[in-house]
Antibody, heavy 116, light 107 residues
Framework: QMQLVQSGAEVKKPGASVKLSCTAS????????IHWVRQAPGQGLEWMGI????????TYAPEFLDRVTMTRDTSTRTVYMELGSLRLEDTAVYFC?????????WGQGTMVTVSS | EIVLTQSPVTLSLSPGERATLSCRAS??????LAWYQQKPGQAPRLLIY???TRATGIPARFSGSGSGTDFTLTITSLEPEDFAVYYC?????????FGQGTKLEIK
């Protein structure tokens, strides 16, 4: 069964960093790009960036360029997304998603709450 | 910057009716467009990619059309489970921007 399993919910203070994980199973890990998408409460979907698990190359959305880092560990089939300098408006559900032709497999989402 | 504008914002229909959702891209995205369905508390589900190709397991009542700047998602004969929020997404180049969504609600 192909799936992406994400780490659990996080609560952080403004200015802190958070590192989320996304572990793939059921398919060749290095064959498909992984994206990160977030969704603030009651809002739409926002694309954050992409990582190529084979080459470890990344591209980030301009609005996150200076505070996001995506990495991967092929030995554990895991992708990580670290977001720094957290603000209240970073409160959202963060999804990792596989991309062959369209975002076909989504993680269950990780709720990140930023609160003072 | 490519902008995707979806219309209407909300669409109120009854089961059995036909739904037509629009997504306009500026500038053109060719046929590099996808559609997703999202229900409350769930991750989105891929419906259509490359503007008109149904994803695996998607019922035939869902169809996509269009190219360039104007795209349409059509749902023929709405089922109760089809009432949800629908997003379009450009896939021509990064960033893979989403539209703001259309909420399909029961009339």
């Amino acid at each position: 069964q192909m799936q992406l399993v994400q780490s659990g919910a996080e609560v952080k203070k403004p200015g802190a960093s958070v590192k989320l994980s996304c572990t793939a199973s059921g398919y060749p890990f290095t064959n498909y790009y992984i994206h990160w998408v977030r969704q603030a409460p009651g809002q739409g979907l926002e694309w954050m960036g992409i990582i190529n698990p084979r080459a470890s190359t990344t591209t980030y959305a301009p609005e996150f360029l200076d505070r996001v880092t995506m990495t991967r560990d092929t030995s554990t089939r895991t992708v990580y997304m670290e977001l720094g300098s957290l603000r209240l408006e970073d409160t959202a559900v963060y999804f990792c998603v596989r991309d062959p032709d369209g975002f076909d497999i989504w993680g269950q989402g990780t709720m990140v709450t930023v609160s003072s | 910057e490519i902008v995707l504008t979806q219309s209407p914002v909300t669409l109120s229909l009854s089961p059995g009716e036909r739904a037509t959702l629009s997504c306009r891209a500026s500038p053109s995205v060719g046929t590099s467009l996808a559609w997703y369905q999202q229900k409350p508390g769930q991750a989105p589900r891929l419906l259509i990619y490359d503007a008109s190709t149904r994803a695996t397991g998607i019922p035939a009542r869902f169809s996509g059309s269009g190219s360039g700047t104007d795209f349409t998602l059509t749902i023929t004969s709405l089922e109760p489970e089809d009432f949800a929020v629908y997003y379009c997404q450009r896939r021509s180049n990064w960033p893979y921007t989403f539209g703001q969504g259309t909420k399909l609600e029961i009339k």
